[in-house]
């Protein structure tokens, strides 16, 4: 009972949410279950009893309004504990069963005792908040899991992600054109005077084209993870999962279902070998 409630059963838009939710639920109630005697307050048709217990069930939820207010700002200055919360609701429901019994007395001159009246007040006016109240606090809590879990694996996601090195691609010019994350960059193909790097954008590979030769390209990465392996194809080693050798030559499948496995010629297959053993044996 000494615990803290969830900050979430205070935050701003949450109070909102709780309070449209309950004028809403307290309007079906009425007129489903009807309450209160509530069918003999209004001796008029079904849409003009709908307009009058409305207004009336709009009043009652003013009670909410102004505790949930001073719930908010009182939160602002101290910590709301469990009880403190269960009290608070039951308040809420004393103070609307409160205005319902005086409702019946005064305006709608109902000869029942008033305990009568506010013991049947009580119970209806815990059946309109705590319905709602509790359907709200279960939604609110896997909300709140939800963007937790959401957070957490974000964060997980940019932990993986520092320490990763940028890579650079200038054009002919010596001007840069395209920085990517190591880890995005897959394969890059040779097209003419131009270089097409296939990098990871939205779980896709898309190209990307530069004015640049292979060549060029090769020379710059060449302490990189970047390693030629045919003539006109330079692969990232670092997506690389798995070197396949068949009657045809070898081939390197990196890891994206988008991604063609990649020969290798005869040229570079003794780098590309040598490269991959030293990848094995880290």
Request: aromatic fraction near 14%.
């Amino acid at each position: 009972m000494n615990q803290k409630i969830p900050a979430y059963l205070y935050e701003k838009r949450n109070i909102t949410r709780l309070i449209i939710f309950t004028a809403l639920f307290a309007l079906i109630f009425i007129n489903i279950y009807q309450p209160f005697d509530c069918r003999n307050w209004f001796p008029v048709s079904e849409n003009m009893f709908l307009l009058f217990s409305s207004l009336v069930i709009l009043t009652g939820v003013l009670v909410v309004v102004l505790s949930r207010i001073m719930m908010y700002f009182y939160a602002l200055r101290k910590e709301i504990f469990l009880w403190q919360y269960i009290l608070w609701i039951a308040g809420e429901i004393g103070a609307m069963a409160m205005f319902y019994t005086l409702f019946q007395s005064i305006v709608l001159d109902d000869h029942r005792s008033f305990r009568e009246m506010f013991q049947q007040s009580i119970i209806n006016t815990a059946l309109v908040l705590l319905l709602p109240y509790s359907i709200l606090w279960l939604y609110f809590s896997l909300r709140d899991k939800s963007i937790k879990l959401a957070k957490l694996s974000q964060s997980d996601e940019n932990v993986e992600s520092q320490g990763m090195p940028m890579l650079n691609f200038l054009d002919e010019k010596r001007e840069l054109r395209l920085s990517v994350r190591s880890d995005q960059v897959f394969w890059i193909e040779a097209a003419d005077n131009y270089i097409k790097i296939y990098c990871l954008q939205k779980g896709k590979i898309s190209p990307y084209m530069i004015r640049n030769t292979l060549k060029n390209l090769e020379n710059s990465f060449s302490k990189s993870s970047l390693i030629r392996c045919n003539r006109s194809t330079i692969v990232n080693f670092d997506q690389v999962k798995m070197l396949r050798r068949d009657q045809t030559g070898i081939f390197l499948s990196l890891n994206h279902d988008q991604a063609p496995d990649i020969p290798v010629s005869k040229t570079y297959t003794g780098k590309v070998l040598s490269r991959f053993s030293q990848f094995k044996n880290q």
